[in-house]
Protein backbone atom coordinates (compact mmCIF):
# COMPACT_ATOMS: atom_id res chain seq x y z
CA UNK A 1 0.00 0.00 0.00
CA UNK A 2 2.97 2.35 0.88
CA UNK A 3 3.86 2.26 -3.01
CA UNK A 4 0.49 3.39 -4.47
CA UNK A 5 0.64 6.69 -1.55
CA UNK A 6 -0.91 5.47 1.30
CA UNK A 7 0.94 6.33 4.89
CA UNK A 8 1.28 2.88 6.49
CA UNK A 9 1.91 2.00 10.24
CA UNK A 10 2.86 -1.13 10.97
CA UNK A 11 1.96 -2.52 14.56
CA UNK A 12 3.65 -5.44 15.66
CA UNK A 13 5.45 -6.48 19.12
CA UNK A 14 8.01 -8.54 16.93
CA UNK A 15 10.69 -7.51 14.08
CA UNK A 16 8.65 -8.30 10.67
CA UNK A 17 9.42 -11.81 9.51
CA UNK A 18 10.65 -13.02 12.70
CA UNK A 19 7.58 -14.78 14.49
CA UNK A 20 5.09 -17.38 12.41
CA UNK A 21 6.98 -16.77 8.63
CA UNK A 22 10.37 -17.30 9.57
CA UNK A 23 10.64 -21.04 10.33
CA UNK A 24 7.49 -22.21 7.92
CA UNK A 25 8.90 -24.58 4.89
CA UNK A 26 9.76 -21.95 2.60
CA UNK A 27 7.84 -23.08 -0.12
CA UNK A 28 5.61 -21.02 -2.39
CA UNK A 29 2.93 -24.01 -3.57
CA UNK A 30 0.41 -22.16 -5.98
CA UNK A 31 -1.31 -26.32 -6.05
CA UNK A 32 -2.56 -26.69 -2.90
CA UNK A 33 -6.08 -26.05 -3.16
CA UNK A 34 -7.53 -28.87 -2.35
CA UNK A 35 -9.11 -28.32 1.88
CA UNK A 36 -7.66 -30.19 4.75
CA UNK A 37 -11.52 -31.65 5.34
CA UNK A 38 -12.33 -33.79 2.96
CA UNK A 39 -14.49 -36.86 3.05
CA UNK A 40 -13.27 -39.18 5.10
CA UNK A 41 -11.12 -37.28 6.58
CA UNK A 42 -12.48 -36.93 10.00
CA UNK A 43 -12.27 -40.88 10.02
CA UNK A 44 -7.84 -41.14 10.26
CA UNK A 45 -7.54 -38.11 13.09
CA UNK A 46 -8.02 -40.86 15.77
CA UNK A 47 -5.17 -43.12 14.28
CA UNK A 48 -3.30 -39.74 13.83
CA UNK A 49 -3.41 -39.62 17.30
CA UNK A 50 -3.29 -42.41 18.84
CA UNK A 51 0.68 -42.83 16.76
CA UNK A 52 3.20 -41.51 18.70
CA UNK A 53 5.14 -40.78 15.65
CA UNK A 54 1.55 -39.90 13.85
CA UNK A 55 1.25 -35.99 12.08
CA UNK A 56 -1.18 -35.09 14.11
CA UNK A 57 -1.54 -34.07 18.26
CA UNK A 58 -3.87 -32.99 20.49
CA UNK A 59 -3.49 -31.27 23.92
CA UNK A 60 -6.00 -33.25 25.53
CA UNK A 61 -6.18 -30.27 28.70
CA UNK A 62 -7.06 -27.96 25.64
CA UNK A 63 -9.08 -30.54 23.65
CA UNK A 64 -13.05 -29.49 25.19
CA UNK A 65 -12.28 -25.93 23.63
CA UNK A 66 -11.48 -27.29 20.13
CA UNK A 67 -14.69 -28.94 20.06
CA UNK A 68 -16.47 -26.72 18.09
CA UNK A 69 -13.41 -26.39 15.69
CA UNK A 70 -13.41 -29.68 15.05
CA UNK A 71 -17.11 -30.25 14.21
CA UNK A 72 -17.15 -27.42 11.69
CA UNK A 73 -13.67 -28.98 10.14
CA UNK A 74 -16.08 -32.03 9.75
CA UNK A 75 -19.43 -29.86 8.32
CA UNK A 76 -16.71 -28.75 5.83
CA UNK A 77 -15.83 -32.21 4.54
CA UNK A 78 -19.19 -32.43 2.26
CA UNK A 79 -18.70 -32.69 -1.24
CA UNK A 80 -20.57 -29.84 -2.02
CA UNK A 81 -18.75 -27.66 0.13
CA UNK A 82 -15.14 -29.32 -0.69
CA UNK A 83 -15.43 -28.31 -4.40
CA UNK A 84 -16.25 -24.99 -2.90
CA UNK A 85 -13.31 -24.57 -1.22
CA UNK A 86 -11.53 -25.39 -4.19
CA UNK A 87 -12.90 -23.36 -6.36
CA UNK A 88 -12.47 -20.07 -4.11
CA UNK A 89 -8.64 -21.20 -3.50
CA UNK A 90 -7.45 -22.29 -7.07
CA UNK A 91 -8.95 -18.36 -7.59
CA UNK A 92 -6.44 -16.80 -4.65
CA UNK A 93 -3.84 -18.94 -5.94
CA UNK A 94 -3.95 -18.31 -9.76
CA UNK A 95 -2.20 -15.07 -9.60
CA UNK A 96 0.74 -15.81 -6.46
CA UNK A 97 3.38 -16.40 -8.69
CA UNK A 98 3.04 -13.52 -10.57
CA UNK A 99 2.23 -11.24 -7.53
CA UNK A 100 5.75 -13.21 -6.08
CA UNK A 101 7.46 -12.23 -9.24
CA UNK A 102 6.47 -8.40 -8.58
CA UNK A 103 7.38 -8.13 -4.92
CA UNK A 104 10.65 -9.62 -5.31
CA UNK A 105 11.66 -7.76 -8.47
CA UNK A 106 10.51 -4.78 -6.50
CA UNK A 107 12.76 -5.27 -3.01
CA UNK A 108 15.47 -6.60 -4.75
CA UNK A 109 14.84 -10.21 -3.38
CA UNK A 110 14.50 -12.54 -6.67
CA UNK A 111 17.87 -14.58 -5.76
CA UNK A 112 16.30 -15.82 -2.53
CA UNK A 113 13.71 -17.46 -4.48
CA UNK A 114 14.33 -21.01 -6.09
CA UNK A 115 12.30 -22.53 -9.10
CA UNK A 116 13.25 -26.02 -8.49
CA UNK A 117 9.78 -27.61 -7.97
CA UNK A 118 8.31 -29.98 -5.26
CA UNK A 119 9.62 -33.93 -5.78
CA UNK A 120 6.74 -35.58 -3.52
CA UNK A 121 7.35 -39.52 -2.31
CA UNK A 122 5.47 -41.91 -1.37
CA UNK A 123 6.62 -45.37 0.21
CA UNK A 124 4.15 -47.85 -2.46
CA UNK A 125 1.27 -47.63 -4.75
CA UNK A 126 -1.30 -48.26 -1.96
CA UNK A 127 0.12 -44.55 -0.05
CA UNK A 128 -0.44 -43.09 -3.65
CA UNK A 129 -3.90 -44.73 -4.36
CA UNK A 130 -4.52 -42.95 -1.00
CA UNK A 131 -3.53 -39.51 -2.45
CA UNK A 132 -4.62 -40.17 -6.22
CA UNK A 133 -7.92 -37.83 -4.92
CA UNK A 134 -5.24 -34.81 -5.24
CA UNK A 135 -4.21 -36.19 -8.44
CA UNK A 136 -7.87 -35.79 -9.79
CA UNK A 137 -8.40 -32.31 -9.10
CA UNK A 138 -5.42 -31.43 -10.01
CA UNK A 139 -6.06 -32.82 -13.76
CA UNK A 140 -9.34 -30.88 -13.52
CA UNK A 141 -8.10 -27.84 -12.73
CA UNK A 142 -5.09 -28.57 -15.50
CA UNK A 143 -2.46 -28.27 -13.05
CA UNK A 144 0.71 -30.16 -13.74
CA UNK A 145 2.72 -33.41 -12.84
CA UNK A 146 4.56 -35.78 -13.87
CA UNK A 147 5.80 -39.19 -12.52
CA UNK A 148 9.43 -39.77 -11.80
CA UNK A 149 11.11 -42.63 -12.77
CA UNK A 150 14.05 -44.22 -10.43
CA UNK A 151 16.84 -43.28 -12.47
CA UNK A 152 14.90 -39.42 -13.14
CA UNK A 153 14.67 -39.44 -9.27
CA UNK A 154 18.48 -40.66 -8.75
CA UNK A 155 19.62 -38.08 -11.45
CA UNK A 156 17.69 -35.30 -9.49
CA UNK A 157 18.56 -35.76 -6.18
CA UNK A 158 21.09 -38.77 -5.65
CA UNK A 159 20.38 -38.45 -1.84
CA UNK A 160 16.92 -40.18 -1.90
CA UNK A 161 16.22 -43.68 -0.86
CA UNK A 162 13.11 -44.57 -2.77
CA UNK A 163 13.19 -48.17 -1.87
CA UNK A 164 11.42 -50.73 -4.23
CA UNK A 165 8.21 -50.33 -4.05
CA UNK A 166 8.29 -46.65 -3.30
CA UNK A 167 7.01 -43.92 -6.53
CA UNK A 168 7.96 -39.88 -6.41
CA UNK A 169 6.09 -37.33 -8.93
CA UNK A 170 7.52 -33.90 -9.80
CA UNK A 171 5.47 -30.63 -8.99
CA UNK A 172 6.92 -27.96 -11.18
CA UNK A 173 4.71 -25.49 -9.75
CA UNK A 174 6.14 -25.47 -6.70
CA UNK A 175 8.76 -22.63 -5.89
CA UNK A 176 10.87 -22.28 -2.34
CA UNK A 177 12.48 -19.24 -0.86
CA UNK A 178 16.20 -20.36 0.85
CA UNK A 179 15.02 -18.01 4.08
CA UNK A 180 11.33 -17.16 5.08
CA UNK A 181 12.62 -14.77 7.58
CA UNK A 182 14.80 -12.74 5.53
CA UNK A 183 11.77 -12.91 2.69
CA UNK A 184 9.76 -11.19 4.52
CA UNK A 185 12.04 -9.06 6.55
CA UNK A 186 13.34 -7.97 3.19
CA UNK A 187 9.52 -6.97 2.21
CA UNK A 188 9.31 -4.56 5.46
CA UNK A 189 12.96 -3.17 4.88
CA UNK A 190 11.68 -1.81 1.74
CA UNK A 191 8.11 -0.24 2.64
CA UNK A 192 9.99 1.07 5.99
CA UNK A 193 12.77 2.65 3.12
CA UNK A 194 9.52 3.94 0.90
CA UNK A 195 8.29 5.85 4.47
CA UNK A 196 6.13 3.10 5.99
CA UNK A 197 6.89 3.44 10.14
CA UNK A 198 7.28 0.32 12.40
CA UNK A 199 5.75 0.78 15.82
CA UNK A 200 6.89 -1.91 18.04
CA UNK A 201 3.71 -2.93 20.51
CA UNK A 202 0.56 -4.66 20.51
CA UNK A 203 -2.90 -3.24 19.63
CA UNK A 204 -5.22 -3.75 22.80
CA UNK A 205 -8.31 -1.72 21.68
CA UNK A 206 -10.42 -0.96 18.13
CA UNK A 207 -13.38 0.77 17.18
CA UNK A 208 -14.57 2.14 14.20
CA UNK A 209 -17.30 4.87 12.81
CA UNK A 210 -17.90 5.58 8.75
CA UNK A 211 -15.04 7.88 8.62
CA UNK A 212 -11.74 5.95 10.17
CA UNK A 213 -10.50 3.45 13.42
CA UNK A 214 -9.10 4.50 16.52
CA UNK A 215 -6.49 1.81 18.05
CA UNK A 216 -4.94 2.04 21.57
CA UNK A 217 -2.02 -0.25 22.03
CA UNK A 218 -1.00 -1.84 24.89
CA UNK A 219 1.58 0.77 26.08
CA UNK A 220 -0.81 3.01 26.28
CA UNK A 221 -0.44 4.94 22.47
CA UNK A 222 -3.75 5.89 20.85
CA UNK A 223 -3.96 6.00 17.15
CA UNK A 224 -6.53 7.49 14.53
CA UNK A 225 -6.20 5.85 10.66
CA UNK A 226 -8.65 5.76 7.60
CA UNK A 227 -8.26 1.99 7.61
CA UNK A 228 -7.26 -0.70 10.07
CA UNK A 229 -6.10 -4.04 8.69
CA UNK A 230 -6.12 -7.04 10.78
CA UNK A 231 -2.98 -9.51 9.53
CA UNK A 232 -3.00 -10.96 13.22
CA UNK A 233 -3.11 -14.47 12.92
CA UNK A 234 -3.90 -16.27 15.69
CA UNK A 235 -4.61 -13.45 17.79
CA UNK A 236 -7.56 -12.42 15.51
CA UNK A 237 -10.49 -13.01 17.88
CA UNK A 238 -8.99 -10.88 20.61
CA UNK A 239 -9.78 -7.95 18.26
CA UNK A 240 -13.01 -8.86 16.24
CA UNK A 241 -14.53 -9.29 19.47
CA UNK A 242 -14.83 -6.11 19.85
CA UNK A 243 -16.70 -4.86 17.18
CA UNK A 244 -18.99 -7.89 17.84
CA UNK A 245 -17.41 -10.79 15.66
CA UNK A 246 -15.65 -13.98 16.39
CA UNK A 247 -14.73 -16.72 13.97
CA UNK A 248 -13.55 -20.50 14.33
CA UNK A 249 -9.88 -19.66 14.47
CA UNK A 250 -7.25 -22.46 15.69
CA UNK A 251 -3.89 -22.19 16.45
CA UNK A 252 -2.36 -25.23 14.66
CA UNK A 253 1.40 -25.59 15.58
CA UNK A 254 3.92 -26.45 12.98
CA UNK A 255 7.55 -27.38 14.16
CA UNK A 256 10.90 -27.42 12.39
CA UNK A 257 13.87 -29.07 12.87
CA UNK A 258 16.90 -26.84 11.00
CA UNK A 259 20.18 -29.04 10.16
CA UNK A 260 22.84 -26.82 10.26
CA UNK A 261 25.81 -28.53 7.42
CA UNK A 262 23.40 -31.52 6.84
CA UNK A 263 25.11 -34.99 5.43
CA UNK A 264 23.05 -34.51 2.24
CA UNK A 265 23.05 -32.10 -0.74
CA UNK A 266 19.17 -31.06 -2.06
CA UNK A 267 18.27 -28.97 -4.45
CA UNK A 268 14.51 -29.95 -4.38
CA UNK A 269 12.08 -29.35 -1.80
CA UNK A 270 10.59 -32.60 -0.84
CA UNK A 271 7.69 -33.94 0.63
CA UNK A 272 7.13 -36.94 2.22
CA UNK A 273 3.85 -37.35 1.76
CA UNK A 274 2.24 -39.80 4.15
CA UNK A 275 4.64 -38.28 6.88
CA UNK A 276 2.96 -34.67 6.17
CA UNK A 277 6.49 -33.97 5.99
CA UNK A 278 8.43 -30.93 4.25
CA UNK A 279 12.36 -30.97 3.48
CA UNK A 280 13.76 -27.72 2.27
CA UNK A 281 17.15 -26.95 1.46
CA UNK A 282 18.02 -23.23 2.64
CA UNK A 283 20.87 -21.11 3.26
CA UNK A 284 21.70 -21.93 6.34
CA UNK A 285 21.21 -25.99 6.14
CA UNK A 286 18.56 -28.44 5.39
CA UNK A 287 14.56 -27.30 6.91
CA UNK A 288 12.52 -30.84 7.85
CA UNK A 289 8.66 -29.06 8.85
CA UNK A 290 5.13 -29.90 9.68
CA UNK A 291 3.25 -31.82 12.21
CA UNK A 292 -0.10 -30.84 13.50
CA UNK A 293 -0.60 -29.95 17.15
CA UNK A 294 -3.36 -28.38 18.88
CA UNK A 295 -2.60 -26.23 21.48
CA UNK A 296 -3.62 -22.97 23.88
CA UNK A 297 -1.86 -20.03 22.24
CA UNK A 298 0.36 -19.71 25.34
CA UNK A 299 0.83 -23.39 25.76
CA UNK A 300 4.43 -24.37 26.01
CA UNK A 301 6.37 -25.49 23.04
CA UNK A 302 6.52 -29.45 22.80
CA UNK A 303 9.87 -30.59 21.19
CA UNK A 304 9.58 -33.93 20.50
CA UNK A 305 7.24 -32.89 17.84
CA UNK A 306 10.10 -31.56 16.18
CA UNK A 307 12.52 -35.00 16.61
CA UNK A 308 9.76 -36.71 15.78
CA UNK A 309 9.83 -34.92 12.02
CA UNK A 310 13.83 -35.94 11.42
CA UNK A 311 13.20 -39.75 12.43
CA UNK A 312 10.15 -39.43 9.40
CA UNK A 313 12.66 -37.64 7.17
CA UNK A 314 15.50 -40.47 7.53
CA UNK A 315 12.54 -42.89 5.70
CA UNK A 316 13.99 -41.27 2.35
CA UNK A 317 16.86 -39.74 3.61
CA UNK A 318 18.69 -42.53 5.56
CA UNK A 319 20.88 -41.46 8.37
CA UNK A 320 20.10 -38.23 7.93
CA UNK A 321 21.89 -35.45 10.57
CA UNK A 322 23.83 -32.24 10.63
CA UNK A 323 26.43 -30.40 12.67
CA UNK A 324 23.78 -28.59 14.96
CA UNK A 325 19.95 -29.00 15.05
CA UNK A 326 18.13 -26.08 16.01
CA UNK A 327 14.34 -26.68 16.99
CA UNK A 328 11.31 -24.15 16.27
CA UNK A 329 7.30 -24.20 16.47
CA UNK A 330 4.78 -21.47 14.94
CA UNK A 331 0.75 -21.20 15.10
CA UNK A 332 -0.31 -21.35 12.21
CA UNK A 333 -4.03 -19.42 11.85
CA UNK A 334 -6.26 -22.07 11.01
CA UNK A 335 -9.33 -21.83 9.48
CA UNK A 336 -11.84 -25.13 9.51
CA UNK A 337 -12.63 -25.04 5.85
CA UNK A 338 -9.21 -24.30 4.87
CA UNK A 339 -9.39 -20.75 3.57
CA UNK A 340 -8.85 -17.52 4.82
CA UNK A 341 -10.52 -14.36 5.53
CA UNK A 342 -10.26 -11.62 3.59
CA UNK A 343 -12.87 -8.23 3.49
CA UNK A 344 -13.89 -5.84 4.76
CA UNK A 345 -16.19 -6.39 8.16
CA UNK A 346 -20.37 -5.47 7.36
CA UNK A 347 -20.97 -2.64 9.74
CA UNK A 348 -16.76 -1.85 9.92
CA UNK A 349 -16.36 -1.32 6.71
CA UNK A 350 -12.67 0.73 7.07
CA UNK A 351 -11.70 -2.36 9.12
CA UNK A 352 -10.17 -5.02 6.41
CA UNK A 353 -9.54 -8.87 7.49
CA UNK A 354 -6.49 -10.72 6.30
CA UNK A 355 -6.00 -13.52 8.36
CA UNK A 356 -6.38 -17.02 8.71
CA UNK A 357 -4.32 -18.54 5.64
CA UNK A 358 -3.19 -21.52 7.51
CA UNK A 359 -0.40 -23.43 5.49
CA UNK A 360 -0.12 -21.17 2.96
CA UNK A 361 0.20 -17.50 4.63
CA UNK A 362 3.74 -17.63 2.93
CA UNK A 363 2.18 -18.58 -0.47
CA UNK A 364 -0.80 -16.45 -0.36
CA UNK A 365 1.44 -13.23 1.19
CA UNK A 366 1.66 -11.07 -1.79
CA UNK A 367 -1.79 -12.00 -3.47
CA UNK A 368 -3.65 -10.97 0.13
CA UNK A 369 -1.87 -8.03 0.16
CA UNK A 370 -2.42 -6.67 -3.31
CA UNK A 371 -6.17 -7.33 -2.44
CA UNK A 372 -5.77 -5.35 0.63
CA UNK A 373 -4.64 -2.33 -1.17
CA UNK A 374 -7.71 -2.72 -3.51
CA UNK A 375 -10.00 -2.29 -0.67
CA UNK A 376 -8.67 0.55 0.94
CA UNK A 377 -7.84 2.31 -2.41
CA UNK A 378 -11.80 1.38 -3.56
CA UNK A 379 -10.68 -0.67 -6.51
CA UNK A 380 -12.54 -4.07 -7.08
CA UNK A 381 -10.13 -6.91 -6.19
CA UNK A 382 -8.79 -9.33 -9.26
CA UNK A 383 -10.47 -12.47 -6.95
CA UNK A 384 -13.96 -12.32 -5.76
CA UNK A 385 -13.21 -12.30 -2.02
CA UNK A 386 -17.25 -13.48 -1.46
CA UNK A 387 -16.24 -16.86 -0.76
CA UNK A 388 -13.78 -15.71 1.82
CA UNK A 389 -16.03 -12.62 4.01
CA UNK A 390 -15.85 -12.90 7.91
CA UNK A 391 -20.04 -13.85 7.72
CA UNK A 392 -19.73 -17.14 6.05
CA UNK A 393 -19.43 -18.93 9.70
Request: glycine content about 10%; proline content about 7%.
Amino acid sequence: MRRRGAEVTLIDSEMPGQSTSFGNAGCISPSSIYPFSYPGAIRKVPGWLLNPLGPMKIRWTDGTALIPWFWRFWRAANARRVEEIIAAQAALMASVTRDFDEILLATGASSLRKSKGLILLYGNAAEFETDRWHYDIRRRHELPWQRLTTPEVKAMEPAIRLGAEGIAVLDPTWQHVVSPGDVAGTFADSAFSGGAQWLQDRVSQIGSNPTGVSIKTVSGRQLQADFLVLATGVWSNDLLVQLGHRVPLAAKRGYHSMLVKPNVELSHPLMSVSEYIVITPMRDGLRVAGTAEFARIDAQPDYRRAKILLRHAQRFLPGLAGSEVSEWMGQRPMMPDSIPVLGCIPGHERVVCAFGHGHYGLTQGPTTGRIVADLVFGQAPHVDIRPFTITRF
